[in-house]
């Protein structure tokens, strides 16, 4: 929900909504606490039960959301659209491994 939000909202101060860019930065800083709280749940847990990739996916999130910030300070819009759709396809396929555990793994030869 706050992903989308921040999509919504980044496209709102796009089409001339000012106000939408105080809202874009908080929501942002909400999505980097919910980064940094997955990539702990996921060390707490260990890479063997959660499996290596889910951990290291945590982790770039993490990384991918803290240049998200420094890229929108510097004013790098087109970097910070395209390190945003890295961080929501980064994001979905956390999503769809945790829901399918099988997603993704080649099958038994």
């Known amino acids: 929900m706050a992903m989308a939000l ?3 909202l980044a496209l709102s101060f796009l089409t001339g909504n000012s106000e939408a ?3 874009h930065g908080w929501n942002a800083r909400v999505l980097l606490v919910l980064a940094v709280l ?10 063997r039960r959660t499996g290596l990739w889910l951990t290291l996916f945590a982790v770039a999130l993490v990384a991918l959301e803290g240049a ?3 890229l929108g300070a510097l004013g790098f819009a087109e ?3 395209l390190n ?8 979905l396929a956390i999503v ?3 829901a399918n555990p099988g997603w993704a793994k080649a099958p038994p030869t």
Do not use: T
């Open 96 to 98: 769809i491994k945790v």
């Open 38 to 47: 997955q990539a702990s749940l996921a060390f707490a847990h260990g890479p």
């Open 21 to 23: 860019f105080s809202a």
């Open 6 to 8: 921040q999509a919504a």
């Open 68 to 70: 998200q910030f420094r």
């Open 79 to 81: 970097a910070h659209v």
């Open 84 to 91: 945003g759709l890295l961080i929501w396809g980064l994001s």
